[in-house]
DNA sequence: ATTATAGTTGACCGGTCGGTAAAGTCAACT
DNA sequence: AGTTGACTTTACCGACCGGTCAACTATAAT
């Protein structure tokens, strides 16, 4: 006698295991029957839902973007304090997170895209393509914020579009280097950076 | 009628394949199978000279931070600028190198050291070290380009270490976007404020 | 010439990979 | 009651994974 109490929790609970367990270690070493098995759920039901491991990333990418806009990014950014005082608030709250997942996990995580872009990027385009999108709203989330301090004229002469790069390269690479040393001291002291970096026009 | 002229250019050819596979797809991706077949040498060769994949990798990580110390860093941080512009001269150095790959694979491929600690970091302990260690070394190399720096009057208030690592950072980070858009002209762009970059004292 | 050693070869191992197929089970609709 | 279709279960597939082993060959020292 089989559950089948919930139509497509299954669904959600794939996606979640793949999450779960994609983000602590990596997309080839978390095969398809170690997300079956997290999610209690059987290979047959997985591939009933999602043509392959690559679509399930896909979905899964999405997912997390989704979450990381829903809580962090509209956290981070709402507008009770000035612009640049957002980056550092955005930037606080990623190493507060991190920390978080660090005790819980005893290994510093990193960023999500930033892990699979690293893995992927050169093996799957559409995956490559995907992560860029992501990467690229971020962007334009930052870009808002610098011209909103740009018209306020607390910046001048600011090349909007390449600093928000700067910044968001400068995101990654801090988490980029707390993993690698797996401290999460280094987040608290560089992050308050990310806001003074500049890139200007002439 | 075994070849055998070669005493031990087998293990460098091991060594070299791996490296080259490698850093174009992931540590993963790339078996051991692959590698063999890539160098001309077969598999019981390879565990003759490399007790196993991640010991080849170790060695890979040791023989590719040897030679951009040797090629790349050295160039790059001679004293016959001041010292400030040898860090734009490593920033542009790497962009011409990740523009050479990029025209010779279709791809950009990053860095090898950010690339593997991103794949490998939670799930082997011993590459993140010898990972970290390389990092730290290159950190070294610009907290000495900083002092200089300092010492000459060119900045001040400077945290020398913070500031390296910052550095080192957004340096990361630039190799990482670049990848995750398949481009390089963002290398350029951004690389020049690697050495504006700032962390003070006080 | 014999022996010791380093290096090479090819066949092989159990385990796991992503993915498939068919039978079975449930809920809803007719 | 019978049918449909969404979902689950079980068993299975060929390919490949990292790694092993014993036999073999070349080289150099004795």
């Not at 955005?90 to 893995?119: R, Y």
């Not at 914020?145 to 801090?174: C, H, P, S, W």
């Amino acid at each position: 006698m089989p559950s089948m109490e919930s139509n497509t929790d299954t669904q959600q609970r794939i996606l979640d295991s793949a999450r779960e367990l994609i983000y602590a270690r990596s997309y080839a070493d978390v095969g398809v029957a170690a997300i079956c098995e997290h999610a209690g759920v059987k290979k047959g039901s997985f591939y009933h839902f999602f043509p392959s491991k690559r679509d399930l990333t896909l979905s899964m990418l999405d997912a997390v973007y989704a979450d990381l806009k829903e809580t962090l990014v509209m956290k981070a950014f709402a507008e009770d304090i000035p612009p640049l005082a957002r980056l550092d608030r955005f930037g606080q709250l990623a190493a507060e997170f991190q920390q978080q997942m660090h005790q819980s996990t005893g290994v510093v995580l990193g960023c999500p895209f930033g892990n699979l872009s690293n893995e992927l990027a050169t093996q799957d385009e559409t995956i490559r393509i995907r992560i860029e999108q992501i990467f690229t709203n971020l962007q334009v989330v930052i870009r808002k914020v610098l011209r909103e301090a740009v018209d306020e004229g607390e910046i001048k002469n600011l090349n909007i579009e390449a600093t928000a790069q700067a910044m968001l390269a400068y995101f990654e690479g801090v988490m980029l280097l707390a993993k690698s040393q797996n401290n999460t001291k280094i987040l608290s002291q560089l992050m308050p950076a990310m806001s003074q970096i500049r890139i200007n026009t002439i």
